[in-house]
């Protein structure tokens, strides 16, 4: 039987994406530094050498026009996967994430359709400090009509891209900065994971985490160490924020009675927010304890490893939130 | 008739329809059937007619929320629009769009946008579409002097210039942003023309009421951007006959201004071109007719049109038609 390759979360990226150029021509790529210099992240390696200059476009720093420019593309018979090569700059372009392109289609009637993906490094990790550590996939999700995906496994990433590329609908597509060195078997040929489905990535009886992207392997760790204390876990990897799969939550919650969200957004606003008012309002016959959300702290990411450890969810946050539930 | 005055007695009929339709926007505003808010372009005619003549049906035209002119140039009806501006069924956008988001796919006019500046980095896509597709087409971004000052049109400009793309970016300066003249700051005395060359993009600035002086000086554009020449820049000055928006009276701007504009009406202009063609005012006259009962069946049809459908409100928001946000 023939071993199962490995690749890292950063090769997934590329990989991702020229799985889809090669089957559909009119998926092109943008964005500071991707073509010749592969990405500051090096997460578009090798697509300008397969593809050439006419698929894969080196851009200034101008995050309005790329953003703008994808948008006009989509709008027009293309399929373009934009970069924004830190998720904090989305806050230069908001208005096309926020006013543009999201409503194009409603405002219109339904006369256009906007299939476009905007890539972006997400999270933190990594010592960025403040301006390129955020995790903002709750910005994005305020606003009517994006799709919103944040993968947690370099399969995912394939699977995920291809289907964020193959939407009709635009998509934010977060890359998490902290999971680029990760690896991971890589999928076959043709990995399509639909958007809107959760993954349970570990089963368990006690209690449900749902967590997201990089706070994945933050909750697996945690289940681990709370199985050797006799609690059993179980891990919900969301996957997506919207589509939201409350079904799989809701699901999971009537076999364990028990919710933790681990975000690393800040409390307020977060997703597990919304998630948690949904099962609380449908599924309020399920809980047998409160709800915990383990998220940031009010506080703009601090600089130094110790500080960030103080802010953002860790596997001692989460072991202890699901132990106050657990002994409620 | 020559074939050009043909073509400007055509130009001179549809200028003749917009400057009714947006007459009827203003009545029926005050009537209290169009809500919200309206901005007209009354004496900016000659610009969206006369470009859209220089430009083919399968180009694209992106315009601002002053963009009635542009629909109806690219040839939405002005029972559409009026029927969009009284949130019916029948509107352009099913009244989900409103006044400042007229949009008419099917003629390629792929929206208008209230965000100033927003549009032309995404007229810059469309025309990086076209590149890339082969297809010859052109983009035109119209949008005021106000949206010279605002980031995205630098960013627009830039890229469409390092990309030599087919687009054609057209200001239509009419000298105010709301209700502050654009002079007052801008550090340019030509808002567009003046910052095209920092970009080599070449620019042009023209008499915006003169619908022949248009359609050349964007023929010309449109020939250099099919030609993979790259984007042009044309300033072309203008001026409105109504307020900033709704009932604004404008009174910020000076009387002799205001008076010396109304002279150099657009359709006095293209009537004048007519006689010195030697078009009879006979001939003008059952144009004008014509452009009477046009507006006249329009507003009949539009306020007689179904209210928008109330279950449209749920639809659209995805490519499925739903906007269901979870499972
Ligand atoms: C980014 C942004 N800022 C401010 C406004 C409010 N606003 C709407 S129209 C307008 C004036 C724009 O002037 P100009 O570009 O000259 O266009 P005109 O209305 O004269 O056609 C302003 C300030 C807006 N819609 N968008
Ligand atoms: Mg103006």
Redo the contacts between chains.
């Keep these: 039987m023939a071993e199962t390759e490995i690749i890292t979360y950063r090769e997934a990226v590329a990989e991702g994406i020229a799985r889809e150029m090669r089957r559909d021509p009119t998926v ?1 790529c943008l964005g500071e530094d991707i073509a010749a210099a592969e990405g500051v992240f090096k997460t578009t390696v090798g697509l300008l050498k397969e593809f050439g200059p ?1 698929r894969v ?1 080196d ?2 720093i ?1 995050e ?2 790329i ?12 399929r ?1 996967v934009a970069e924004i090569m830190f998720s904090d700059f989305f806050a230069v372009c908001w ?2 994430v926020a ?2 392109i999201p409503k ?10 906007v ?1 476009l993906v905007l890539r972006t490094a997400n999270g933190g990790g990594l010592g960025f400090g403040a301006q390129h550590s955020q995790a903002v996939e709750n910005w994005a999700l305020t606003i ?2 994006l799709k919103i995906v944040a993968p947690s496994t370099p399969a995912d990433v394939i699977g995920l891209m291809a289907a964020s590329i193959r ?3 635009p998509v934010i597509f977060c890359e998490h900065k902290g999971l680029f060195a990760s690896k991971g078997p890589k999928p076959p040929e043709g990995h399509v994971v639909e958007l ?1 489905k959760a993954n349970i990535v570990r089963e368990g009886s006690d209690v449900t985490i749902v967590a997201l992207a990089a706070t994945v392997p933050t909750a697996l760790t945690a289940a681990e160490r709370l199985a050797a204390e006799g609690v059993s876990a179980e891990v919900i990897d969301l996957r997506c924020l ?7 939550v809701l699901t999971s919650v009537g076999k364990t009675s028990r919710l933790i969200t681990v975000e690393e957004n800040p409390h307020q606003g977060g997703w597990g927010a919304t998630l948690v008012s ?1 099962v609380v309002d449908e599924g309020f016959q399920l809980l047998d304890a409160p709800v915990k959300r383990v998220a940031s702290e009010n506080v703009p990411l601090p600089f130094a490893d110790t500080l960030e450890e103080a802010v953002i969810p860790t596997v001692d946050k989460v072991v202890a939130a699901v132990k106050a539930v657990v002994n409620f | 008739m020559s074939g050009e005055s043909t073509e400007l007695l055509a130009m001179y009929e549809q200028m003749a329809v917009i400057r009714r339709t947006e007459k009827a926007a203003y009545d029926l505003f005050l009537a209290g059937l169009v809500k919200g808010t309206t901005h007209l372009a009354s004496g900016h005619e000659a610009v969206a007619v006369g470009a859209s003549f220089a430009l083919r049906p399968d180009d ?1 035209v ?1 315009a601002t929320y002053r963009g009635h002119h542009h629909a109806i140039a690219r040839g939405a009806t002005p029972e559409a629009c009026l029927a969009e501006l009284m949130q019916k069924a029948t ?7 409103g006044s400042m ?1 007229l ?3 099917p003629g390629n006019m ?2 208008s ?1 209230a ?1 100033v500046g ?13 590149h ?2 082969g297809t010859s087409q052109v ?1 035109v971004a119209f949008f005021g002097d106000g949206a010279t000052n605002i ?2 049109f630098h ?2 400009l ?2 469409a210039s ?2 030599k793309l087919p687009v054609i970016f057209v200001c239509e300066n009419n000298f105010y942003m709301e209700y502050t003249a654009i002079g007052s700051v801008t550090a340019a005395d030509h808002p567009a023309a003046d910052r095209a060359p920092a970009y080599r993009i070449p620019a042009k600035i023209i008499d915006g009421n003169d619908v022949i002086v248009v359609r050349d000086t964007v023929a010309e554009a449109a020939a250099r951007a099919r030609a993979g020449e790259g984007p042009t820049v044309i300033e072309a000055e203008t001026y409105r006959h109504y307020g900033h928006s709704r009932t604004d009276p404008a009174k910020y701007r000076p009387a002799e201004e205001v008076e010396r504009w109304l002279k150099h009406d657009p359709i006095d202009v293209a009537r004048a071109r007519l006689e010195a063609l030697g078009v009879t005012p006979e001939t003008i006259k059952s144009i004008d007719e014509r452009a009477d009962a046009i507006v006249a069946a329009a507003i009949d049809a539009a306020k007689n049109a179904p209210a928008a459908d109330v279950r ?1 409100a749920l ?5 499925d ?1 739903g ?5």
């Design positions: 092109v006419r476009w851009t200034p101008s309005q026009a953003v703008g420019a994808a948008m006009g593309a989509a709008m027009t018979g293309m373009p208005d096309y006013n543009e194009a289609r409603y405002m219109t009637g339904g006369q256009v359709t299939p009517p009509g939407s009709d609908d809107g919207i589509p939201m799969d409350l079904t799989t949904v | 694209y992106f509107g352009l956008c099913k009244g989900k769009g988001h949009t008419w796919a792929l929206g946008y965000i927003a549009h032309l980095p995404i007229a810059v896509g469309a025309a990086w579409s076209a890339l597709r983009a980031g995205a960013e627009a830039n890229l390092i990309w449209e639809t659209d928001v995805w490519a038609g906007s269901a946000w979870r499972t």
